[in-house]
């Protein structure tokens, strides 16, 4: 497989992907759809040029769809980081089934503990909505471990204001912010809807 797949080839692939089965609301494991992460990595690569051919490393993979995903669009190598070995396992068999298991690592780690050097992360870390600061890790592993960052945050005029403070305390800058909205299906219990649209912002973040 190799980065000449369109994005709804690539949506295709993805959604043919095994879900959590007892997904963490502690972990606010929510999956993004195949169709979002489609559309997320198809900006990642179309507009900035950063996933063929990249060492990307995807912190928080959980089942694995953007690692996967990067894989499929012809990134070099790819590492998934995850604490949830149950996402991890399910994250290899997906990587199996759609055939790029050769080209992606998973590691069982706590986020800052993990060393590892890259092109670039492409993350959808916690949004904090469970766990304040809950984020925070992941901005400070993703500027250590690569110069490009792209990273997932709920869309509000505080986020923003308190994500453009800490990256600069981090020694980055916040290069683009891509306006998103990602759909939440029912995954616990207090879910009533069908689904859930959730604007988000892509921040691209540079180190430096």
């Known amino acids: 497989m190799t980065g000449s797949l369109t994005k709804k080839q690539l949506a295709m692939l993805l959604s043919r992907m095994a879900e959590h089965p007892e997904p963490s609301v502690k972990l606010e494991q929510y999956t993004l759809t195949s169709d979002d992460v489609s559309e997320l990595l198809w900006i990642v690569q179309t507009t900035f040029k950063d996933v063929e051919g990249k060492i990307v490393v995807d912190l928080g993979c959980g089942i694995g769809r953007i690692a996967v995903g990067s894989a499929l669009l012809g990134a070099e190598y790819v590492v998934g980081v995850d604490v949830d070995e149950v996402a991890l396992r399910i994250a290899a068999r997906n990587a199996a089934a759609l055939d790029v298991e050769n080209k992606i690592s998973w590691l069982a780690a706590l986020v800052p503990h ?17 766990r304040r600061k809950a984020d925070r890790p992941f901005l400070e592993a993703a500027l250590r471990m690569a110069p ?59 180190r430096g």
């Open 114 to 130: 993990v060393s590892l050097r890259a092109d670039v992360v492409i993350q959808n870390p916690p949004y904090g909505v469970r």
């Open 148 to 206: 490009v960052v792209y990273s997932l945050h709920k869309a509000s005029d505080k986020s923003l204001d308190f994500i453009g403070r800490y990256v600069e305390e981090l020694g980055g800058r916040i290069d683009k912010i891509i306006p998103f909205q990602v759909s939440i299906r029912p995954t616990f219990r207090f879910h009533t809807k069908k689904s859930y649209k959730v604007d988000v912002s892509l921040y691209r973040i540079r």
